[in-house]
């Protein structure tokens, strides 16, 4: 290459350049860079934090016949008044023959049920396949909660679809083979298992747990709604009683029993205001991430402005819950539902519209209102919001829409916006680049 074209070569490439910052510098002119999030829907609320102690109506179950207790069932559940709860054998293989005998009676039934379904034809293999879909979610949810005692029947409930399944398809005739299998093997045990020797009933109906903590008679439930801040700060420092050797567990037999914890003076002005609510929720951080439905049974102060006992009452109950006594609540007053915004996105803008009085007559009114900006395409659009909550990172704002009675305006944020977080100069109309 001579010098010459060697020259040509860099004066064009030196142009090209040139031009392409001529670009850059007009296409910057027109178009101011920002940043920008994507608005979610999510909850928040009012909260309080308090120690508080539970108080239960409980039945202790004692057992004074000597040999091996066997419960009737794998977990905590309701039993009626009168019902056996446990059974008592002479010896731990007589206890676990039975646990096998009851697993394997089970079992038959299943088979059996299976069998009387085929010959009806009621079932569709895509029915059956929504069920399965339908049980390993259920599956996926308990596992996450931590709900461990419901695994065990959507195990029982997965195993039956999948059985089923495989009678649609053809896979298998019928499970008559499979019957007559399980018969011999529970006639086998029973021939070599001894019988229970007592029986262990409840004597009320009720929730039965075998988690015993010694607070059982600590606390009068008749009088829980009168508990006064005094007590509730002494019966949160109660010791717990030894538990006897003869108690095997539990019966919680009221429908509803109650949450009591201290609180200051400020916090009971939030209760005061919420006494009727009934969106109030009660979680408790280290026992479950699930949150619990209360209503406030009774606000204990001596004045409207001081400390007070806080009662809270729930007809909910769980394994866990059977279980707990003392633990730190967070009290969630007012809980509020809608689109998480950042406070950075929050603006102040005037806003105007055309309104129509009496006569007819057309006028424009002008209001200053909180927004955003929106970005659709590459301009910027302002939008209104109506703020529900505030916290020091973040807002949640109404769900609505268009022309809704509480908006100034007639554009408001939606589910999915791209709401402006960063950026200068910012005003309705202008070209940005995200």
Not at 408 to 417: A, I, M, P
Request: glycine share 6%.
């Amino acid at each position: 290459m001579g010098k010459s074209t060697f020259k040509k070569a860099c004066i064009i490439a030196l142009c090209f350049i040139a031009f392409l910052y001529i670009i850059y510098l007009l296409y910057g002119a027109n178009f101011s860079v920002v940043k920008t999030e994507t608005v979610a829907l999510s909850t928040a609320a009012d909260s309080i934090y308090a120690d508080g102690y539970i108080v239960r109506n409980e039945t202790l179950i004692t057992n004074d016949t000597n040999g091996v207790v066997s419960y009737e069932y794998d977990g905590n559940r309701k039993v009626a008044a009168n019902g056996i709860i446990a059974k008592v054998y002479a010896s731990e293989q007589d206890a676990n023959n039975h646990k096998l005998m009851n697993q394997i009676q089970q079992r038959i039934d299943s088979f059996q049920k299976l069998n009387k379904s085929a010959q009806r034809e009621t079932s569709g293999l895509d029915s059956i396949r929504n069920q399965i879909n339908s049980q390993i979610m259920d599956i996926s949810k308990n596992i996450v909660s931590g709900n461990m005692l419901s695994l065990v029947d959507n195990d029982d409930s997965l195993l039956y679809s999948l059985n089923e399944s495989m009678l649609v398809v053809g896979a298998v005739k019928d499970y008559s083979p499979k019957i007559a299998s399980l018969q011999q093997e529970y006639n086998t045990l029973k021939g070599t298992t001894g019988e229970a020797i007592a029986e262990i009933k409840s004597p009320v109906a009720g929730y039965f747990t075998t988690t015993t903590d010694g607070f059982e008679k600590k606390f009068d439930y008749k009088k829980a709604t009168e508990t006064t801040l005094d007590q509730a700060n002494k019966e949160l420092k109660y010791e717990a009683d030894k538990v006897a050797d003869n108690v095997i567990g539990k019966v919680v037999s009221e429908l509803n029993w109650y949450m009591i914890c201290p609180i200051k003076a400020e916090e009971s002005l939030a209760i005061n205001k919420n006494l009727d609510s009934s969106q109030i929720k009660v979680n408790m951080p280290y026992v479950s991430a699930q949150s619990v439905p209360v209503k406030i049974a009774a606000m204990n102060q001596e004045t409207k402005t001081s400390d007070g006992a806080l009662v809270l009452q729930c007809n909910y109950l769980s394994p866990v819950l059977a279980s707990v006594r003392q633990e730190q609540l967070r009290i969630d007053i007012q809980t509020y539902e809608g689109l998480k915004i950042s406070k950075s996105a929050l603006h102040e803008g005037t806003v105007t519209r055309t309104v129509t009085d009496d006569k007819g007559n057309e006028k424009e009114e002008s209001r200053k209102v909180k927004g955003v900006y929106a970005v659709s395409g590459n301009v910027m659009e302002f939008k209104e919001v109506i703020i529900l909550y505030s916290d020091e990172d973040f807002v949640i704002c109404k769900q609505t829409t268009d022309n809704d009675e509480e908006l100034f305006s007639d554009e408001t944020v939606k589910l999915y916006d791209r709401v402006v977080i960063g950026g200068t100069d910012l005003y309705d109309g202008k070209s940005v680049r995200v």
